[in-house]
């Protein structure tokens, strides 16, 4: 049975009496409107500890004014039946006083990874994930926690937030579940209407071709970036944030194609801001 918990200190008693019993805890953090990307994490928790947590709190902090905080997707008997399914232990699903009391005034910021890609075109998204993710990790203090490729960009910030401020545990990332056509599974991908939903696959291909070209050394980044955005836009998009090749490591503009890189894409549907990311290989040093 999955118990419901909405305080620190219930959830800490549980985890507690579990750690008691030398028992491993996976912390899995999310915001809710469940599907199977979320549930690869549970799984993927399940494979190395005894007990899984999942968090589900649609978090203000990492909304910007104008962004879809107030229509975010949310349905907690849903989600609650697909955690149980997956064989979830505990839920920790908080209200905003519970995470962010009166007077609340700290923020976790990180600095470098964050002055590009949604750095740049969601300003203080970072800092909202940062901070909520170094609470929930205090708060739970499990043995591992599980986030996805999907932001991957998020991946490294809470890598780095996890090592500069020692908090103990171990940070598994894991890769993106996607839809049959290649479309990233997405609790936004709600929002996308019939038509949008069949534009929307364009994404991920326009980034497997553009992947493929510059790892093998058929086309070049510059090239084959421009390529793509021609590609999105003709297929729909109706404004591109951002995509670009990043070193996959520092997220540094990738110069050096002999190490590995990432193609990162954040674009819009009419009103629905997709975001998607893919490995490039290094290229062979030639000899
Ligand atoms: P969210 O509920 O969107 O905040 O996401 C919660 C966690 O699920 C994050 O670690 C995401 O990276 C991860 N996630 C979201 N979509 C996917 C996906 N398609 N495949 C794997 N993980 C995902």
């Known amino acids: 049975m999955l118990d419901i918990v909405r305080t620190v200190a219930t959830l800490r008693d549980q985890v507690d009496e579990w750690r008691r019993a030398g028992q491993r805890i996976a912390l899995v953090p999310t915001m809710g409107a469940l599907h199977a990307g979320h549930l690869s994490l549970v799984h993927q928790g399940r494979e190395t500890c005894d007990r899984v947590v999942a968090t589900i709190f ?12 107030a229509t975010y997707p949310r349905g907690e008997a849903d989600d609650v039946t697909k955690l149980e399914a997956a064989g979830v232990d505990l839920l920790f699903a908080p209200d905003v006083g519970e995470m962010y009391p009166e007077n609340f005034a700290t923020n976790v910021t990180v600095s470098g990874i964050t002055d590009c890609l949604c750095g740049l075109s969601r300003p203080g998204f970072f800092d909202g994930v940062a901070t909520v993710v170094s609470k929930l990790l205090l708060q739970a203090l499990p043995d591992v926690a599980v986030f996805g490729d999907k932001d991957y960009q998020q991946l490294l910030v809470i890598r780095r937030v996890v090592r500069d401020l020692n908090i103990p545990v171990d940070i598994i990332g894991a890769p993106t579940v996607r839809e049959q056509d290649g479309l990233a599974l997405s ?10 939903r069949q534009q929307a696959a364009a994404l991920f291909r326009s980034l497997g071709t553009a992947a493929e070209n510059i790892e093998t050394g058929r086309g070049e980044p510059e090239a084959e970036t421009a390529a793509a955005l021609q590609r999105l836009t003709e297929s729909g998009f109706t404004k591109i944030d951002y995509f670009e090749l990043r070193d996959a490591e520092t997220l540094a503009p990738a110069v050096n194609l002999q190490r590995p890189s990432r193609l990162f894409a954040a674009a819009w549907l009419g009103a629905t801001r997709l975001i998607d990311n893919v490995s490039v290989a290094a290229r062979a040093i030639p000899n």
């Open 58 to 69: 649609v978090n203000p902090a990492q909304f910007g004014p104008s962004e879809d905080f």
């Open 187 to 196: 609790s936004r991908n709600a929002y996308l209407g019939t038509a949008e």
